[in-house]
């Protein structure tokens, strides 16, 4: 990131990153964070570049007005904010594909992820339906309408959800509740 902040990627390299920017929103976070952070150093550089025009008043510090050490600070700097900010945030797959049944019994269970892909089974067959996710107490979380065909619903929710238990439940269009299904989102 620090590379391409400063423009020092060429050919492939710099193609395979834009292109991966591109689909990681996680990459493009941390790119929006370098690139403010060498705006904030530059502005700050300039700065001193400013008072570095003005007598000394402490001369043992003169050596980091050098600019290949103020450079190397700045960078060193830039890689440091990086590597706390991609340590700190949780790993989460981008899609979560699950196939839920409406048996009782145990639950399947997905990592949490920023999109579900669920296939419901045991559908009723084919039509329009109201889908509703709602986590253990009962509250909705997402809700949308989706097609039945004869092998089941497909339903694709852009929302990631936090850990815990959670029901699917598949609506007719008069309201009443044909199928429950559930899942559970591992930490």
């Given at each position: 990131?620090?590379?391409?902040?400063?423009?020092?990627?060429?050919?492939?390299?710099?193609?395979?990153?834009?292109?991966?920017?591109?689909?990681?929103?996680?990459?493009?976070?941390?790119?929006?964070?370098?690139?403010?952070?060498?705006?904030?150093?530059?502005?700050?550089?300039?700065?001193?570049?400013?008072?570095a025009e003005q007598p000394s008043q402490l001369p043992w510090?003169?050596?980091?007005?050098?600019?290949?050490?103020?450079?190397?600070?700045?960078?060193?700097?830039?890689?440091?904010?990086?590597?706390?900010?991609?340590?700190?945030?949780?790993?989460?797959?981008?899609?979560?594909?699950?196939?839920?049944?409406?048996?009782?019994?145990?639950?399947?269970?997905?990592?949490?992820?920023?999109?579900?892909?669920?296939?419901?089974?045991?559908?009723?067959?084919?039509?329009?339906?109201?889908?509703?996710?709602?986590?253990?107490?009962?509250?909705a979380v997402w809700s949308g309408l989706a097609q039945g065909?004869?092998?089941?619903?497909?339903?694709?929710?852009?929302?990631?959800?936090?850990?815990?238990?959670?029901?699917?439940?598949?609506?007719?269009?008069?309201?009443?509740?044909?199928?429950?299904?559930?899942?559970?989102?591992?930490?």
């Amino acid at each position: 990131m620090e590379a391409y902040v400063l423009g020092q990627l060429r050919g492939s390299e710099l193609a395979d990153l834009e292109e991966h920017l591109i689909v990681c929103s996680d990459c493009r976070d941390r790119l929006d964070e370098a690139e403010n952070f060498a705006a904030g150093m530059t502005e700050a550089l300039a700065a001193k570049k400013q008072v570095a025009e003005q007598p000394s008043q402490l001369p043992w510090l003169d050596w980091l007005r050098q600019p290949v050490v103020s450079t190397a600070l700045a960078l060193a700097a830039v890689v440091a904010i990086v590597a706390i900010v991609s340590t700190s945030r949780p790993k989460m797959t981008p899609v979560t594909t699950l196939t839920l049944t409406a048996n009782r019994g145990g639950m399947p269970i997905a990592a949490r992820s920023r999109e579900l892909d669920l296939n419901l089974k045991d559908s009723p067959g084919e039509g329009t339906f109201r889908i509703e996710i709602v986590n253990g107490a009962g509250q909705a979380v997402w809700s949308g309408l989706a097609q039945g065909t004869a092998s089941g619903i497909q339903v694709k929710t852009q929302r990631e959800l936090q850990p815990g238990d959670y029901f699917v439940r598949l609506h007719a269009g008069s309201g009443e509740v044909l199928h429950e299904y559930g899942f559970r989102i591992k930490p």
